[in-house]
């Protein structure tokens, strides 16, 4: 926590194996009092998938570990993604959403959809029009700009599709235009710092902001190269590299 706070981030996530080691060793309560001392505002925990599956499925422990990792550390939202796709239909996906967004509200945050290019919800456009019908104020969108541009999806199409209270994050990195490998390996292991790739991020933070999006800006780099870097390194290039795009301060 101290090494995010002093390198100047408001906040951090926990995927899922994260937060059972933390429930299994220091708990949540003692987290919790971790982030709030650090200075940290803002938490997400994800991630669940299979969702739209059999309500008894093997994603329901899943969610609930994550519905009590989010209540307990007061995060803004569950993130939830999907399997490989892609689908040509959202509709079976809206009542399945609708329910996790009623109990995420039951339990103080709210749920988040990311939409992923070799997914089933496969770009935000078709994002969106599952967010339009599930109609629920705790079901939005992650918006991440490497499955952005890795769906072929221009900025005009951001504009016309989304509206501000559809999306709860936003994500940033950069990209060179080659694909290396699977897409899932592409986003696994070639993201760039911002401005180290060939995307038009700056041209991406406008957009949003003229959608209307004014909430936290999230920066993933998925990276074989990143990783390898020592943690204050990594979280200070990251953060330094993404404020680049934003222009003059």
């Known amino acids: 926590m101290r090494e995010v706070a002093t390198t100047g981030w408001a906040g951090l996530g926990f995927v899922l194996d994260d937060l059972r080691a933390v429930r299994e060793t220091i708990g949540y309560e003692r987290l ?4 709030a001392d ?21 994603w329901r422990g899943h969610w609930t570990e994550l ?7 007061d995060a803004a939202f569950i993130k939830v993604g999907t399997d490989s796709g892609p689908a040509d239909d959202v509709e079976p996906f809206v009542a399945p959403l609708r329910s996790l967004a009623e109990e995420a509200e039951s339990h103080g945050t ?4 990311e939409p992923l290019p070799f ?13 339009r019908r599930v109609d629920h104020p ?25 509206t501000a209270d559809q999306v709860f994050g936003v994500e940033l990195c950069d990209a060179d235009e080659t694909v290396v490998g699977s897409l ?30 004014d909430g936290a800006w999230g920066v993933e780099i998925l990276s074989s190269a990143h990783r ?22």
Request: glycine share 10%.
């Open 184 to 213: 899932f390996e592409d986003t696994r292991d070639n993201r760039q710092l911002v401005g180290e790739g060939s995307q038009d991020v700056a041209g991406f933070i406008d957009t949003m902001k003229a959608v209307g999006y």
């Open 138 to 162: 705790a079901a939005g969108l992650i918006v991440d700009y490497w499955h952005v541009f890795r769906a072929g999806t221009s900025l005009e199409e951001l504009r016309s599709t989304l």
């Open 119 to 131: 997914g089933m919800i496969a770009s935000i456009p078709q994002g969106a029009e599952l967010i």
């Open 32 to 35: 919790a009092e971790e982030i």
């Open 38 to 58: 650090a200075g940290l505002r803002h938490v997400e925990v994800e991630l669940c998938s299979g969702w739209w599956e059999a309500p008894d499925g093997a």
């Open 110 to 113: 709210k749920v988040a959809l």
């Open 67 to 73: 519905l009590e990792a989010a209540q307990a550390l």
């Open 228 to 249: 390898l870097r020592p943690l204050g390194e990594a979280l200070e290039v990251a953060r330094d590299s993404a404020l680049t795009a934003f222009g003059p301060v």
